[in-house]
């Protein structure tokens, strides 16, 4: 396995969360707000940070400290890492390391990381995870906030080292890689990966920062992307009353129907002839740069406006259909675009009335064939690999995902082969299909507790998001716009879509801004997100900005330095 590549995409890969990402928000800075430190409780005033932080080793959590059914949970580390400790960029804080234990004991621990800052400002981050989860994200880095692995510009701090206590776990189960996807067969397993960690992981938090600090954090805060940010989702749909803001970025909202989409597109990547190599996917990229880049009013790289390109493939087809060579799309190889680029539409319901699950923007912008990770997979062969084995750098995510959820989590059965798999129609097991889905997919339009309590939500996306196709928070908003009209909506829900962002890498434009900072001000202040500016980090094009528009606003060059902010208007 490439441990280089596996952890880029255990933080930001196809249902994933950023370890590092790139953040400026104009006028801001990376401040927070006026901290509110925890108050040392009575019998603790006395005690070094040490001593405090060693009294946390060994704590048994009491089953009934945790909101959903567990059998408690017990610290097996605390550890104080210095400010001065090499590699910690973060200050001096308490890393705690522990096991929620599950009622079935044939189920798996939920392992989770919570940090706690010797200097606390009052507020806590829950990190998402993503892909199958398996292993607890880098809470001493960057949440999903942005879409870039390349760090963070210059003065923005990380959220542990801004003085929050941050946390977050493996979602209940322990995976050499994403594509292992075994702990679905048990069912306490799956519930916890579908969302009860988020609950679970929440309350041992703040059981411990009652216990360290006296008293839980004034603010709450969720940030995920990918399958981190449906876990976003999921925190502010079913636990409104423990998060007062959520980011969630690239979502796949649609968990299990966006699996059915990748097993769709398999199938007809993997027919006879209807695999597309780099070279190949090389040559469709490049035609669909040629003529969409300029749609916007500058030659960028970035096509900002990606309804307004209208690329067809058929234009690559080679001479009589046949594959000739890495010039040009055979018909096999066009009916695998036709399929990246359309919708799944079932006969049967997914979560919340769903039957439609989007196709990608292959032939307008969407990069399945860059660096870092190959949606489709390196070759046919290396597609299908082994999910045990398989070398994260050259399988295809849009293989084992499917593989690993219909055969644990629906079918139970590990002979059974996606590739003959009615994704439109799975038959006898549609109702189970349909049960999981009610478990996973965070497709609901129910806000209605997160809005009541003044609880914030920021949702973004990539337009050239090579995992998740961005038109499926198009339609999540627009299912949200339904349901409670502009006014409402708009009060509680502000949602951007990024021109040439991907799926945190990937893109034409990896960058981000201070969300984090912009919820705050939000959550605690009143303060709109306004004015926001996305800043590129993606070497070579670092320093490049863009602002940042309200959907369905999009960024219209207008003149001037196509770097600047400045030189571009949000035009509907």
Known sequence: MNHARDKVWRSVGALTVLSTLAISLAG?????????????????AQKSPTELCGELKGIAIPAGNIGLASTGATITSATLVAASDSGNTSGEFCKVL?????????????????????????????????GLDGVIPDTTGFAASG??????????LAPLARGYVTYGSDAGHQAANDFVGTFASNDEALANYAGSHIKKTHDVATFLMKTRYGQSASQSYFIGGSGGGRMGLVAAQKYASDYDGV????????????????????????????FINAAKGKVLRDAVMSQCDTLDGVADGVISNPGACGFDAATLRCPGGADTGDTCLSDAQLNTVATIATPLITTFDFANGIRTIPGYKVLAGADFWGPLY??????????????????????????????????YAIARDPSLDILTFGFTNPGAL??????????????????????????????????????????????????????????????????YLLPGAAHGFGGQFEGGYDSL???????????????????????????????????????????????????????A
């Open 430 to 495: 549609t109702a189970r299909t349909q049960a999981v889905s009610q478990l996973i997919d965070g497709t609901s339009v129910n806000f209605d507790a997160f809005k009541n309590k003044g609880g914030k939500l920021i949702l973004q996306h990539g337009q050239a998001d090579q995992f998740i196709p961005a038109q499926m928070s198009v339609d999540l908003y627009n299912r949200l716009l339904a349901a409670y009209g502009q006014s409402q909506l708009s009060s509680f829900l502000k949602f």
């Open 374 to 407: 190959p949606s489709l997979g390196s070759s046919a062969a290396d597609a299908v690999a082994d999910p045990a084995t398989a070398d994260v750098a050259k399988a295809s995510f849009f293989y084992a995902f499917p593989n690993a959820l219909v055969k």
């Open 247 to 274: 980011i969630a970025s690239y979502p796949a909202s649609g968990l299990l129907g966006l699996s059915f989409q990748m097993g769709r597109i398999s199938q007809a990547s993997l027919s006879p002839g209807g």
């Open 147 to 156: 879409f870039s692995p390349y760090g963070e510009p210059s003065g923005v």
């Open 28 to 44: 801001c800075g990376g401040e927070e707000s006026a901290p509110s430190v925890g108050a040392p409780g009575p019998t603790t």
């Open 517 to 571: 900072t912009a919820l705050d001000y939000w959550v605690t202040k009143g303060v709109e997100p306004h004015d926001l500016i996305v800043t590129d980090v993606t070497p070579p094009t670092t320093g490049r900005k863009r602002p940042v528009c309200e959907y369905p606003a999009w960024p219209k060059y207008v003149g001037g330095d196509p770097n600047s902010a400045t030189s571009y208007v949000c035009t």
């Open 98 to 130: 522990g096991g929620i234990h599950p009622v079935d004991s044939s189920a798996p621990d939920i392992q989770f990381e919570v940090d706690l800052p010797t200097a606390w400002n009052g507020k806590s981050l829950h990190f998402g995870g993503g």
